[in-house]
């Protein structure tokens, strides 16, 4: 890929990002691009932050730590940027996921909540998290089913080292971006009835309608990268 189809897919997604929240009337501004980056190389994700992509979303905390270094103390947070954790975490990486990411979008049971909770009190840090909902209660999906989601909820708020900032859903994949829409409108009202307002939703298929749904996060991939990366 060159940089050119690169800059001219940021910009089109950027675009299409603003026209989503202003069909319902929403600041665009409280909308974060974050760049889906799994499969990428440091070359891409170097390329895009040169054109103005600060947040990019990794799904395996090795291939997070080959692209990005971890960041420390008097560290220019604007060139650094955030790096978010989107994919599924489990526990044997939980030591070197917190402090690493600067928000876990995959907190989806207790005992990962509480083993990120007690390694965040190790360090004295606060960890941001969300929590995965598998909204469409499919099986085979990560996430909390919407059953479970209140009391997990309710667990994370009361870990003092945890800082929940919302709810995560990835949907099932549907060939028309409207299907998407009632699970997009679940997890809101979902958020809503638990006091919270920040949703992480929506990818390159349909991150429009999750904007008029109320996405606070958006997670784009292959709209940015391409589909030609090597999935990892
Ligand atoms: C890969 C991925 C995305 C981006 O998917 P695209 O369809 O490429 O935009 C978003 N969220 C998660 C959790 C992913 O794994």
Redesign the pocket.
């Known amino acids: 890929m060159n940089e050119d189809d690169l800059a001219g897919r940021i910009a089109r997604v950027r675009t299409a990002i603003r026209a989503a929240a202003a069909r319902v009337g929403r600041d665009p501004d409280t909308i974060v691009l974050v760049a889906?980056s799994?499969g990428t190389s440091q070359v891409q994700v170097d390329a895009a932050r040169q054109l103005g992509v600060t947040v990019f979303?990794e799904?395996r905390v090795q291939e997070a730590y080959e692209k990005f270094a971890p960041p420390k103390p008097g560290d220019d947070l604007r060139r650094r940027g955030e790096v978010h954790l989107?994919?599924p975490l489990q526990t044997n990486k939980v030591k070197r996921a917190v402090g690493f990411f600067d928000l876990i979008h995959s907190v989806d049971r207790l005992d990962l909540a509480e083993t990120i909770g007690r390694e965040a009190a190790r360090r004295s840090i606060t960890q941001a998290v969300l929590v995965q909902v598998n909204i469409s209660a499919e099986a085979t999906k990560h996430g909390a089913t919407p059953d479970a989601t209140p009391s997990l909820v309710a667990a994370v708020r009361s870990l003092p080292n945890l800082s929940l900032l919302g709810l995560m859903a990835?949907p099932p994949p549907v060939d028309d971006p409207e299907a998407a829409r009632p699970w997009f409108s679940l997890l809101r009202q979902l958020a809503v009835s638990l006091k919270l307002s920040r949703l992480s939703m929506g990818?390159?298929?349909d991150f429009e309608v999750a904007i008029e749904e109320g996405a606070s996060w958006v997670?784009?991939?292959?709209?940015l990268f391409g589909t030609r990366r090597i999935l990892k």
Do not use: D, L, P, V
């Open positions: 889906a799994k979303g799904n989107i994919g990835i990818m390159s298929s997670r784009i991939g292959s709209a």
